[in-house]
Nanobody
């Protein structure tokens, strides 16, 4: 299983970016998908998760500015980030819990990270 993220880059404060992360490989199903981030000198922290297409969870700093969504047909999770601030600068990691058989244990997979820099 591989998770490949894209969409990071440099954006000015107040701007927007959309991250995407596609899971590929021989999987039976994907459970929770989400995004975490890690700033310089900081611990990795939760940004948002989307357990299914009807449910989302956000960290307080993300509420009202970030939108997470998923496309089950393409095993992809998205993170739309608006009103970006300098403190949003971090490496963003996508995450997915994958099962390889019906009612099987789910295993956690991480993408390699994509850098988001918010600066003027």
């Amino acid at each position: 299983v591989q998770l490949q993220a894209s969409g990071g880059g440099l954006v000015q404060p107040g701007g927007s970016l959309t991250l995407s992360c596609a899971a590929s490989g021989n999987m039976f199903s994907i459970g929770i998908m989400g995004w975490y981030r890690q700033g310089l000198g900081s611990e990795r922290e939760l940004v948002a998760t989307v357990p299914n297409e009807e449910t989302t969870n956000y960290a307080d700093f993300a509420k009202g500015r970030f939108t997470i969504s998923r496309d089950n047909a393409n095993n992809t999770v998205y993170l739309q980030m608006d009103s970006l601030r300098s403190e949003d600068t971090a490496v963003y990691y996508c995450y997915a819990e994958v099962a390889f058989k019906a009612r099987g244990i789910r295993f956690a997979y991480w993408g390699p990270g994509t850098l988001v820099t918010v600066s003027s």
